[in-house]
């Protein structure tokens, strides 16, 4: 190496040659230190530039994914919801071809039951409030035929049908849900 250093300095004395390698090191260390110090005071410069250049394309991208996360969620929910549907239909056909009631056929049912209990409680306390009057109404037709048979008369009264005694109202229960379902024919398994 020595020998193509002397070759390229052509006809430069040995102590020349070491001076002007020693210059050329000097400034390649020189210009060494200048960049490290040019980078360094620049380099918190584009450091920060870099930092900022960054959360800005975080921001984007997290907003993107975002947007794109809350698409494809409304779409998976809109699915999930025909899939739920389409299967509340299936087994509600099912159920209907094996002969379970619905949920609509049994409130039906609920509703009618409750209604003729309430007839029936009002007919039974109808025949009760017959069965109070019609005491007073015979001790009115005894009470006037006394006054009938006190009084001449000429033409002798008619007779009158004694006044039919209702029968004794037995209370009906109630009828409930539980007992309408019992009366309809179990389906086997």
Same mark, same amino acid.
């Given at each position: ?11 430069? @004395?040995?102590?020349?040659? $070491?001076?002007?390698?020693?210059? /050329? ?27 900022? #250049?960054? #959360?800005?394309?975080? /921001?984007? @991208? ?7 996360? =809350? ?16 299967? *509340? ?7 209907? /071809?094996?002969?379970?009631? /619905? ?21 039974? *306390?109808?025949?009760?409030?017959? &069965? ?11 009470? =006037? %035929? *006394?006054?009938?048979?006190? &009084? ?6 008619? $007779?009158?049908? %004694? ?12 009828? @409930? ?9 179990? @389906?086997?398994?």
């Amino acid at each position: 190496m020595g020998k193509k250093l002397k070759e390229l300095a052509g006809g430069l @004395t040995e102590n020349q040659l $070491a001076s002007t390698v020693k210059e /050329s090191a000097q400034q390649i260390w020189l210009a060494g230190l200048g960049a490290f110090a040019k980078a360094q005071e620049e380099g918190g410069k584009v450091f920060d530039a870099l930092v900022k #250049e960054g #959360e800005s394309i975080q /921001s984007k @991208t997290r907003q993107m994914t975002d947007e794109k996360i =809350a698409q494809v969620a409304g779409k998976a929910a809109g699915t999930w919801d025909r899939l739920e549907q389409v299967f *509340e239909d299936r087994v509600a056909r099912a159920l209907g /071809s094996l002969g379970v009631p /619905s949920k609509q056929d049994i409130d039906s049912l609920s509703k009618r039951v409750v209604e003729l209990s309430a007839a029936v409680q009002a007919l039974t *306390e109808g025949k009760a409030v017959a &069965k109070t009057t019609a005491k007073p109404a015979a001790k009115d037709v005894a009470a =006037a %035929a *006394e006054s009938v048979a006190a &009084k001449p008369v000429a033409k002798p009264a008619a $007779a009158r049908p %004694a006044a039919r005694k209702p029968a004794a109202a037995k209370p009906v229960p109630p009828v @409930t849900p539980a007992d309408v379902l019992s009366t309809l024919p179990q @389906t086997s398994e």
